[in-house]
């Protein structure tokens, strides 16, 4: 008989929703907690701002209109989510970290953080259990003596280390969760914080290399995306490379690597895609407004496309759980971007990866870069907004928003997150806007109005 994480007597039952973010459990709230936080965001922003909510029922629900509840609640957080005033508000994001505190049962403490550099090396900063997101990126650049113009400019990622050395990209840290809980909730030494560059223009460089902390932490990166392989580089520019580090040329090795192939990019553990058939195998790695691919046909031959981001008419990530015999819970995610491939000729292209959703976030951030530049809008400003948690629509004309967050309960249903990335004119260079749409899914469980 298969163990199930809930206790299936009626009394017994939590009544709770969990939500889950990259497939890993963020928190677990339930029905009168979410109740209390429409009333929050109702009496702060009027009734004609914020979306139905699912009414109370005085009997016992049945399993029919537990998952009619369910519908109704994921379609109200994907509405307040999305709401570029609501989803961005501090009300919304504190909720979603308070529970994420209460959920994992951590207090509030101060506590030591080690956050990673690219080149392995630590900093250590004392935060507090229930500090967020910017706190903590603010507390590492306070100890690395980085001036507050450039903060923005960098963000904190959690990532997984494997076996060789490689790194994993998880996800951005995001405005709406505790670092420190994030991470240690994860009971495994192998996952950690780094602080990497948060823009894809290299013309920004300059901007942080004035300084000499940010030109350190570029110079590191730099070094340690060569030696890691994620930039390509043949025997001559090695020795020059070599010869720059060893005269202490930091800003000249920067500059001979973003003449390199894949500077700035990040590069993905291997996956499937359906392109340019199904079943392939495929490195992706995104930088310079692309995905680009390395893809293993199944003849053994190798080839390698980009995607521009400026051709992608729309995206969206896909999430589907099931369970094993063994009653392991299984979550397959997919990106899904429908590309322009000629005048008139649009194609899905499908990657089947764990990494889905960093993939998407990159192509976001992408985005909004470029719809910054185009509007003539400036960078840092950007940057800044987005360092604080609040980039709204009208900072890059109809920006893409932040990722979703998926909720569910540990069962077999399907469950989906919808993300809409730019959309394409007739022309493949022109930016138009934008809209982003990610779904909550909600699975719940129990007599929900306790």
Same mark, same amino acid.
């Given at each position: 008989m298969?163990?199930s994480i809930f206790p299936?007597?009626?009394t017994?039952l ?8 990259n ?5 677990r ?5 979410l109740?209390?936080l ?8 009027g009734?004609n701002?914020v979306p139905?909510f699912?009414p ?6 049945t399993?029919?209109?537990v998952?009619?509840?369910?519908e109704?609640l994921e379609?109200y ?7 570029p ?8 994001n504190s909720?979603?970290?308070k ?5 994992q ?7 030591p953080l080690?956050?990673y550099?690219s080149?392995g090396?630590?900093?250590?900063v004392n935060?507090?259990t229930?500090?967020?997101?910017e706190?903590v990126?603010?507390a590492v650049?306070?100890k690395l ?8 400019y ?9 076996v060789?050395?490689g +790194?994993? /990209?998880?996800? %951005? #840290?995001?405005e ?5 809980? &994030?991470v240690?909730s994860?009971?495994?030494s192998d996952?950690h914080?780094i602080l990497?560059?948060?823009y894809?223009?290299?013309?920004y ?5 004035e300084?000499r902390?940010?030109l350190?932490?570029l110079?590191?990166?730099?070094v340690?995306?060569?030696e890691r392989?994620w930039i390509?580089?043949n ?18 090795l920067?500059r001979l690597?973003?003449?390199?192939k894949?500077?700035?990019y990040i590069k993905?553990d291997?996956?499937?895609?359906d ?10 790695s995104?930088?310079?407004?692309e +995905?680009n /691919?390395h893809? %293993? #046909?199944?003849?053994?031959q190798?080839k390698?496309? &980009?995607f521009k981001?400026?051709r992608?008419?729309c995206?969206r990530v896909?999430?589907?759980?099931s369970?094993?015999?063994q009653?392991?819970c299984?979550?397959k ?12 000729r649009?194609q899905?292209?499908?990657?089947t990866s764990p990494q889905a959703?960093m ?7 992408m985005?909004?870069?470029?719809m ?5 809008g ?6 800044r907004?987005r360092?604080?948690?609040s980039?709204?629509?009208s900072d890059?004309?109809?920006a893409?928003?932040s990722?979703?967050?998926l909720?569910?309960?540990g069962?077999?249903?399907?469950s989906s ?9 007739n ?10 749409h990610?779904?909550y899914?909600f699975?719940?469980?129990?007599d929900?109005d306790?």
């Amino acid at each position: 008989m298969s163990k199930s994480i809930f206790p299936q007597n009626k009394t017994n039952l939590l009544p709770a929703y969990n939500i889950h973010v990259n497939g890993v459990l963020h928190c677990r709230v339930r029905y009168s907690q979410l109740l209390g936080l429409h009333e929050q965001i109702k009496k702060e922003y009027g009734n004609n701002v914020v979306p139905a909510f699912p009414p109370k029922r005085i009997f016992t629900l049945t399993p029919a209109e537990v998952e009619q509840r369910r519908e109704q609640l994921e379609k109200y957080m994907q509405a307040v989510r999305q709401d570029p005033i609501l989803g961005a508000s501090e009300m919304f994001n504190s909720f979603l970290r308070k529970a994420q505190q209460e959920t994992q049962q951590i207090p509030t403490e101060e506590v030591p953080l080690e956050i990673y550099l690219s080149n392995g090396h630590k900093v250590k900063v004392n935060i507090l259990t229930s500090d967020q997101t910017e706190d903590v990126l603010e507390a590492v650049a306070l100890k690395l003596d980085l001036p507050d113009d450039l903060v923005g400019y960098f963000s904190l990622f959690l990532v997984r280390e494997g076996v060789d050395g490689g +790194l994993t /990209f998880i996800r %951005k #840290l995001q405005e709406f969760e505790l670092p420190y809980v &994030s991470v240690t909730s994860l009971r495994s030494s192998d996952f950690h914080i780094i602080l990497r560059k948060s823009y894809w223009d290299t013309a920004y460089d300059s901007n942080v290399m004035e300084n000499r902390v940010g030109l350190n932490l570029l110079y590191t990166q730099t070094v340690s995306d060569i030696e890691r392989g994620w930039i390509l580089v043949n025997k001559d520019q090695h020795r020059q490379l070599k010869s720059l580090q060893e005269k202490g040329s930091k800003k000249e090795l920067i500059r001979l690597g973003q003449t390199l192939k894949y500077f700035g990019y990040i590069k993905f553990d291997p996956c499937i895609t359906d392109f340019p058939e199904k079943g392939c195998h495929v490195i992706v790695s995104a930088g310079n407004n692309e +995905l680009n /691919f390395h893809v %293993k #046909l199944p003849n053994e031959q190798m080839k390698e496309g &980009s995607f521009k981001v400026t051709r992608m008419r729309c995206w969206r990530v896909t999430s589907s759980v099931s369970r094993s015999p063994q009653n392991a819970c299984d979550v397959k995610l997919e990106l899904a971007f429908e590309y322009l491939m000629s005048k008139n000729r649009l194609q899905w292209v499908t990657i089947t990866s764990p990494q889905a959703i960093m993939m998407s976030i990159c192509l976001q951030s992408m985005v909004d870069e470029l719809m910054v530049k185009k509007s003539g809008g400036s960078i840092t400003k950007m940057l800044r907004k987005r360092h604080n948690g609040s980039l709204h629509r009208s900072d890059s004309q109809q920006a893409v928003k932040s990722p979703p967050i998926l909720v569910r309960t540990g069962t077999t249903k399907l469950s989906s997150v919808s993300l809409r990335g730019i959309t394409a004119s007739n022309s493949a260079n022109d930016i138009s806007g934008s809209d982003f749409h990610g779904n909550y899914a909600f699975e719940g469980i129990g007599d929900d109005d306790l």
